[in-house]
């Protein structure tokens, strides 16, 4: 049976991928190479140091690297080098609370578990190449039920800042973590107001919950308990 193609394009992404398991590692390069024109393998390594090696040759559009080899104790970003003009989209073993907030702190675009799909593996990469955020349907749970009052994912939250936002700026707040766009113009138009606008929102967040940028604002927004959810609705 041919493979689906589900995206074609006269330049085809250029993956990278960073697996430790052979037989995973095997298994991706197949189905990314299944999807030629659209995408293509163009290096493979099972270190981030092997990776970072073949980067100036490989040239890749995005990486896409096992969680743990992206994220360890001793390592809070991802190194300069790797995420620089490129992709990053992580795989982990299973999606969590913490292994969202720590492939968002990290800097990664789009975290996927093993029960992905072959199928979303590759909505994933077209996805975040194109400059969405993707976290798949676990993670944006685990982000929903935060936002809508369901148990908080860290234990115990601080009501706080969420308490001082508008209504307003709950609506947006919800957008940033159920719309994964990057650009502010694409946020703008789903919220049906200017970028100028959205800009003066965001900023009012960013101060009110001592954050700096629309990725902590995600991790902050799935990781703590938000009350009254009618004015979010």
Known sequence: MTPQRLSISETPIRVMVVETHQLILWALTKLINSHR???????????????LLQLPAVAPDLVLMKYEL?????????????????????FAE???????????????????????SADEIVKAI?????????????????????????????????HDGLDALTPRERRVLQAVVTNKVRTNRDLA???????????NHLSSIYQKLGLSNRLDLYVYAQSHLVTNTAEIA
Do not use: Y
Request: charged content about 20%; some cysteine.
């Open 94 to 116: 299973e999606v969590g609370a913490d292994t969202l907030a720590s492939a968002l702190r990290c800097g990664a675009h789009g975290l996927l578990s093993r029960s992905s």
């Open 189 to 199: 138009k789903i919220l049906f107001i200017s970028e100028s606008t959205l800009r």
């Open 37 to 51: 024109p659209g995408m293509e393998v163009v290096g493979v390594a099972g270190t981030q140091s092997d990776a």
């Open 70 to 90: 992206a994220v360890t104790a001793h390592q809070t970003t991802l190194p300069e080098v790797l995420t620089c003009g490129r992709h990053t989209l992580l």
């Open 126 to 158: 077209e996805k975040t190449h194109q400059g969405e955020l993707w976290f798949g349907r676990e993670a944006t749970c685990l982000a929903l039920n935060a936002l809508r009052g369901g148990e908080s994912v860290r234990g115990h939250a601080h």
